[in-house]
């Protein structure tokens, strides 16, 4: 089955700079990864996905980057803020799939 | 309802006792899903309805859970002779459609503490 991993588990940035989350997934018929932000006692909310059929995609300050044949993607956030504080999580399913497999989470917190 | 609303927010049993988790999708949402949740851990699959019919329950732990949908609306998560590992947060999800690549939708969570 899908095995999906991420990293950095903590990551501590200024106000203003990028932050960067990386997943990589082990299923090569994984073909959707979408990213979960959790705030603290809140449920996980969708902020971005993407398809295996393009290699970016980008949302005002987010974007994701998928490298298929490496079998990995990544979240970049620019211009941090402190709201932009929360765990995220990265997931990897396929279209005939029935479940999300979700990475262990990314800790962000961002200095004001 | 406005979003997926999961009832009790939390629950605290002692080991060996029954517990029931309630979710109650969005309306319309044809997909639901049952995901565990452990501290400092991703959401873990445990099963997924399409109407009424469980279509995937691979992620159940064992035969102690179990979970039923019968009008294809509200589901619930039953847990049987309740152990200090089954302590986590259980989130249900909903989505609109087949499969599960589109945008889920979580609850808050029932937070279950076994003693």
């Known amino acids: 089955g899908e095995n999906v991993e991420q990293h950095p588990s903590t990551l501590s940035v200024q106000e203003g700079d990028s932050a960067v989350i990386k997943c990589t997934y082990s299923?090569?018929?994984?073909?959707?990864f979408p990213w979960y932000k959790q705030e603290l006692g809140k449920r996980p909310q969708l902020i971005i996905d993407?398809?295996?059929?393009?290699g970016e995609k980008k949302d005002q300050r987010i974007a994701v980057t998928l490298n298929k044949t490496a079998k990995h993607f990544s979240l970049h956030i620019t211009e941090t803020q402190p709201e932009d504080s929360a765990v995220y999580f990265c997931?990897?399913?396929?279209?005939?799939?029935?479940?999300?497999?979700f990475g262990a989470g990314t800790i962000l917190r961002v200095k004001s | 309802g406005a979003g997926v609303s999961q009832t009790p927010s939390n629950k605290v049993t002692e080991k060996g006792k029954y517990v029931e988790l309630r979710c109650d999708p969005i309306?319309?949402?044809?997909?639901l899903y049952w995901y565990r949740q452990s501290l400092g851990q991703g959401p873990e699959f445990l099963i997924y309805?399409?109407?009424?019919?469980?279509?995937?329950d691979s992620g159940l732990p064992n035969d102690r859970f179990f979970a039923v949908r019968p009008e294809g609306s509200v589901s619930t998560l039953k847990i049987q002779r309740t152990e200090r590992g089954d302590s986590a947060v259980y989130l249900c999800?909903?989505?609109f459609g087949q499969g599960s690549t589109g945008e889920l939708f979580f609850g808050e969570g029932s937070r279950l503490t076994v003693l």
């Open positions: 999800a909903s989505s």
């Open positions: 299923d090569s018929a994984s073909n959707y």
């Open positions: 993407i398809r295996s059929n393009v």
């Open positions: 997931a990897a399913t396929h279209q005939d799939g029935n479940k999300l497999v």
């Open positions: 309306s319309g949402h044809t997909a």
């Open positions: 309805f399409q109407g009424t019919g469980a279509a995937d």
